[in-house]
């Protein structure tokens, strides 16, 4: 069946997840979408600076197409919804981002004494070789504990309004302080986390550097600070979807071009939008059909158990789509191996529309487009312990 969405209907829902994204309580779910509107801007997150992409095929955004030299309009059209990733981000709440800081957060990213068993790292369950995520339906954490919920990447998690399936956490930084403490993560306590810092004199020496001037620099907020600047660097610029966006007709094939297509005009894009395809507003997962307790248990309401609100019940952040090639399996309850079969379960209960194994092949093509340059991160030498060093407690 073809779809009943029109454009203006898809523009309308993008409106109201670009205005989803300006509202500093992050939002209340949004309802059914009205008709006709303007395209929404290019979602920027306040505050982050970027540096422009480095290479650029054609620079206007109305770069001409094919021989005609006629202005390709679905080029246009993704140019107003989406956004390229760029080579860097350069600031943090208008701060340039900070190079010492930068490195301590990589090697906390990577340090297992973080976690009360000196065995689990950011890394563990964010792999960075693997797309920032861990590739099991949920996270195993402290004593092999299993999580309520599958591990969202960390690349260019930077550009998300807020963090979070749930977007409980503002910012980075605010989300660092959480795995380090869940039981069923890290499980480790801000004061046992500080204590480890400060029995590592090379860690003390680190933090003194990056955070001049500022009282105790070894603190959990500081760690948490450093953290979020590496994480600023976790970016993946030069997808061939944005050199296409910028002009590079090639980068992208006419099965690729049609997933596109379809992504728009279906009503996708009114959700995943802006330069993450996604992490800007929340939607109930079912909109128009709750998809089966196997993908949405019962028991994790999402955003509901942040705001205490009922139209909040099964309301989730609408996923970046960056890299979700890498990121399977999908969903919150990671019980969808397969992308084509996640983009036809989005069809069904997020637009209400029977996508056909062809459609979602050509989605799913197209969103392989969205895989973009890894970061090249090297594996820190962490400094060695001391006797001072609180032991591993593995249960
Ligand atoms: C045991 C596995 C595990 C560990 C260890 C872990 N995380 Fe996570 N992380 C998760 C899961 C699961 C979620 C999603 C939880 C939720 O939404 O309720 C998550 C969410 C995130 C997000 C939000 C991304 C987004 O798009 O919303 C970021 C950023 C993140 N983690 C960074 C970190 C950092 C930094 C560390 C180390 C201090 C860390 N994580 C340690 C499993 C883990
Ligand atoms: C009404 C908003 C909305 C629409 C329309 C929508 N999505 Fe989603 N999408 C979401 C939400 C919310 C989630 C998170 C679901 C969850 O809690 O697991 C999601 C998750 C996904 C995921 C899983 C990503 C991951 O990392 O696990 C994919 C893939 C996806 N959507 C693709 C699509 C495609 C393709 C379409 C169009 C056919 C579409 N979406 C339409 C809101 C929407």
Redesign the pocket.
């Known amino acids: 069946m073809r779809s009943r969405t029109t454009l203006g209907l898809v523009l309308a829902m993008a409106v109201a997840a670009a205005a989803g994204c300006d509202r500093d309580d992050r939002g209340e779910a949004a309802g059914p979408p009205a008709d006709g509107a303007a395209p929404p801007p290019a979602v920027e997150v306040p505050g982050t600076a970027v540096a422009p992409a480095a290479t650029q095929a054609t620079p206007a955004p109305t770069a001409p197409t094919g021989g005609e030299g006629a202005a390709d309009p679905l080029r246009a059209t993704a140019q107003a919804m989406f956004g390229i990733i760029p080579e860097a981000v350069t600031a943090l709440r208008g701060q340039p981002l900070s190079a010492a800081q930068v490195e301590l957060g990589r090697m ?2 990577f340090d297992p004494r ?2 009360r068993s000196h065995l ?7 792999s960075l070789g693997t797309g920032g995520a ?1 590739n099991v339906p ?5 004593g092999w ?1 299993r ?8 690349l260019n ?1 930077v550009f ?1 309004a ?8 503002a910012d ?1 930084a605010e ?6 403490q ?1 039981s ?3 499980n480790s306590t801000p004061e046992l986390v500080v204590e480890t810092l400060n029995s590592i004199p090379q860690y003390v020496e680190r933090f003194a550097a990056a955070f001049p001037g500022a009282g105790d620099a070894v603190s959990f907020d500081n ?2 600070l450093a ?2 600047a ?2 600023a660097t976790l970016v993946t610029p030069g997808a061939r979807f944005d050199r296409w966006l910028q002009g590079d007709d090639a980068a992208i094939d006419a099965t690729e071009r049609r997933g596109l297509e379809l992504f728009v005009s279906s009503g996708c894009a009114s959700c995943h939008n802006g330069r993450n395809f996604g ?1 800007q507003a929340y939607f109930p997962f079912g909109v128009i059909e709750r998809p089966g307790a196997d993908i949405l248990p019962e028991g994790d309401k999402g955003r509901f158990e942040v705001t205490a609100t009922a139209t909040d019940e099964y309301v989730f ?1 609408a ?2 789509l960056r890299n979700v090639e890498l990121t399977a399996p999908y969903f ?1 309850s990671g019980q969808v191996w397969d992308l084509e079969q996640a983009v036809a379960i989005m069809g069904t209960a997020q637009l209400g529309r029977e996508i056909s194994g062809d459609e979602a092949e050509a989605i799913a093509a197209f969103l392989r487009t969205l895989t973009g340059r890894q970061p090249q991160v090297e594996y820190p030498v962490l400094p060695p312990s001391t006797a001072r060093t609180p032991r591993p407690v593995a249960q």
Do not use: Y
């Not at 689990?120 to 964010?126: P, V």
């Open positions: 906390l990213f973080l976690s689990i790292t950011c890394n563990t369950c964010h861990d949920v996270s195993i954490g402290h504990q999580g309520p919920r599958n591990s969202p990447t960390v998690a998300n807020a963090q979070f399936w749930d977007g409980r956490a980075l989300q660092a302080k959480g795995p380090v869940a069923v993560e890290m760690m948490a953290l979020e590496f994480e992490g952040r996923s970046p919150h």
